[in-house]
């Protein structure tokens, strides 16, 4: 059965670092991996996503690398804002058509 | 443009009250999830359809039907409302048919509240 596990469940850093999130999946047969970001009481927004095929993926001030053999997952974000503070939370999709199964997140702070 | 869009935004009834849930998205996706976020924050699959047909139905009780009329809609309706049905429900699409990555997109939500 997939789990997938983000450590650690709170972060907060001064404005200006860079930070790097970690996520762990337990079965390395997946499809895709997918980041989102989750600000308070609103929905989800869609960071990156990297297919099985794929190693890492870039979006600005972001990068999601992948290690599938390894189960792991990383989310760098160089540079941090106050605007950065969030929930983000790691998914897998184990097959293309398949649910995709989320970790309880980290929520972010950017101290100003 | 909202991509996926869900109404209501926030509903408050009571318990053993009907209500339902509607999703739509403008994508021209394929594929259609219902998601649930209890108060530990903690996202869950309920269902998904795909080109109208259930293909995922996790163990959520018979008083959660999903209805899809078209490939665009995904609602969901809640018989005999109780307390635990208090959550955030998230709706979801991707495209998971030949060419497609499942990147699902979300909605803004909807906050049930039972009372």
């Known amino acids: 059965k997939q789990e997938v596990t983000q450590i650690p469940a709170a972060l907060s850093v001064p404005e200006g670092e860079n930070l790097v999130l970690n996520c762990s999946f337990t079965?390395?047969?997946?499809?895709?991996l997918q980041w989102f970001r989750q600000d308070p009481g609103k929905g989800l927004t869609s960071l990156l996503l990297?297919?099985?095929?794929?190693r890492e993926q870039t979006s600005g001030r972001l990068n999601a690398s992948l290690d599938k053999s390894s189960g792991r997952s990383t989310l760098y974000i160089a540079a941090s804002q106050p605007g950065d503070s969030a929930t983000y939370l790691c998914a897998v999709t184990p097959g293309r058509d398949d649910k995709i199964i989320f970790g309880k997140g980290t929520r972010l702070h950017i101290l100003p | 443009d909202t991509a996926v869009s869900q109404t209501p935004k926030y509903l408050v009834t009571q318990m053993g009250n009907d209500k339902s849930i509607k999703c739509e998205q403008n994508l021209g996706h394929d594929t259609m999830y219902w998601y649930k976020q209890d108060s530990k924050k903690f996202l869950k699959i309920m269902f998904s359809?795909?080109?109208?047909?259930?293909?995922i139905n996790e163990t959520v009780p018979n008083r959660f039907s999903p209805k899809s009329p078209d490939k665009a809609h995904l609602n969901l309706h809640i018989n005999s409302l109780e307390l635990g049905d208090s959550a955030v429900y998230f709706c979801?699409?991707?495209?998971?048919?030949?060419?497609?990555?499942?990147?699902?997109?979300f909605g803004p939500g909807t906050r049930l509240t039972v009372l």
């Open positions: 990297i297919q099985s095929s794929q």
């Open positions: 979801a699409s991707s495209h998971t048919g030949r060419g497609g990555v499942n990147e699902q997109f």
């Open positions: 079965d390395s047969a997946i499809y895709n």
């Open positions: 359809y795909n080109n109208k047909e259930l293909i």
